[in-house]
């Protein structure tokens, strides 16, 4: 089954801090895989995309990392701010079907003062 | 425009209703695509449209969803009798065409349906 699981469910951090969000996944065929930033009541905003060659790729303080033989994902926030408080999706799509993307439940991240 | 517009923001409907979701997609980009977002629920994709091809609606949940693309550009999405399950945020996305995997997808703001 093509599935998208992400951890944690929710975290709390405070500013400035590091953290590290987790993504594993059973999808096949595999293409590319993204990391999505959705702020509360706003549609998703892509912050990096990975094919099956690429295993890290850096937006600003966001550092994604593939390692596609162990079907594992993580997003990493250097330095964090009050502004990163939001929904991180992992999407993975499939091969073969442009229109096929399976979405993660996402990690609501709360970042305090 | 310079983004992917969705109306309404908000729509509350009673049960049993029809209700029709617009999607204005960035100019140029072929892809439109349609998504469902349930609470606590990741997205799920309902339909895909690609230049003039046949839409891919294999995420279609019912028949009482069909969505259409006029021009290969606006794309209004249908809900006819609408059911309590149907409450929702429906997120529309648009892309440059083919290349998957180099594009990203811009999406909508939504519109968040409640139906009571």
């Known amino acids: 089954k093509n599935q998208v699981e992400q951890s944690p469910q929710s975290l709390i951090i405070l500013e400035g801090k590091n953290c590290t969000l987790q993504?594993?996944?059973?999808?096949?065929?595999?293409?590319?895989l993204r990391w999505y930033k959705q702020d509360t009541g706003r549609g998703p905003v892509s912050l990096t995309i990975?094919?099956?060659?690429?295993n890290t790729k850096s937006n600003g303080r966001y550092t994604a990392t593939l390692d596609a033989d162990t079907k594992q994902s993580s997003l990493h926030i250097t330095a964090s701010q009050l502004s990163d408080s939001a929904s991180y999706i992992c999407?993975?799509?499939?091969?073969?079907?442009?229109?096929?993307?399976?979405f993660g439940k996402g990690t609501k991240l709360s970042v305090k003062p | 425009g310079a983004g992917v517009s969705q109306s309404p923001s908000n729509k509350v409907t009673e049960k049993g209703k029809d209700v029709e979701l617009r999607c204005d997609p960035i100019?140029?980009?072929?892809?439109l695509y349609w998504y469902r977002q349930s609470l606590g629920q990741g997205l799920e994709f309902l339909i895909y449209?690609?230049?003039?091809?046949?839409?891919?609606k294999s995420g279609l949940p019912s028949d009482r969803f069909s969505a259409e693309r006029t021009g290969g550009s606006v794309s209004t999405l249908t809900i006819q009798r609408t059911q309590q399950e149907d409450s929702a945020v429906y997120l529309c996305?648009?892309?440059?065409?083919?290349?998957?995997?180099?594009?990203?997808?811009?999406f909508g703001s939504g519109t968040r349906l409640t139906v009571v």
């Open positions: 996305a648009s892309s440059l065409a083919l290349g998957e995997g180099q594009y990203g997808y811009t």
């Open positions: 993504c594993n996944y059973t999808v096949s065929p595999f293409s590319n």
């Open positions: 990975m094919t099956f060659s690429e």
């Open positions: 999407v993975v799509g499939r091969g073969g079907s442009q229109g096929n993307l399976i």
């Open positions: 100019s140029g980009h072929t892809a």
């Open positions: 449209f690609q230049g003039n091809s046949a839409p891919d």
